[in-house]
């Protein structure tokens, strides 16, 4: 049997960077989205974030495309939160994502890092925290990926 550990540390922003992901929804987000990994074979490792991003690592299963991945989960929360209304200020999500594998070796600070995104946003702006995940995963950053 095959065995794999491909660990992606995901990120996605609200539509413009809205903050519409409210403490009190985004449990049932992050629950559905729980949901569509497992639907697809992949694993929810940490999912976090604040009003206006999401990180999720997951370990990817090998017969996924992570470009495929992305828009399953983006659409169909999309269609689930307009469905249900309990982020009734959501628009959608910003077209882009950032994304870069993360070793067996990190795993665990990386979780730790997702889990407190709260705490982390109170000293660091979401622009700071993307410009210095693209230097880290070796590429250009862009203020219009988040928009």
């Known amino acids: 049997m095959s065995r794999t550990a491909i ?16 403490p009190e929804g985004k449990d049932r987000l992050y629950a559905y989205m729980t949901g569509v990994l497992k639907a697809t074979n992949c694993h929810l490792c940490a999912i976090g974030g604040c009003a206006d991003h999401i990180h999720i690592l997951l370990d990817l299963h090998p017969t996924v495309a992570l470009s495929s ?5 983006k659409t169909s929360a999309v269609a689930m939160l307009k469905r249900e209304r309990f982020l009734p200020y959501f628009e959608g999500w ?3 994502y950032y994304a870069g594998s993360i070793s067996p070796s990190h795993k665990a600070k990386c979780e730790e890092y997702i889990r407190n995104q709260e705490i982390h946003h109170q000293k660091v702006t ?6 210095k ?10 203020i219009n990926d988040w928009l």
């Open 126 to 131: 979401v622009e700071n925290e993307m410009e």
């Open 133 to 142: 995940m693209a230097t880290v995963y070796g590429f250009s950053y862009h």
């Open 94 to 96: 910003a077209d882009g």
């Open 69 to 73: 991945l992305v828009r399953e989960l």
């Open 7 to 22: 660990y992606i540390h995901l990120v996605f922003a609200t539509k413009y960077r809205k903050r519409t992901l409210f």
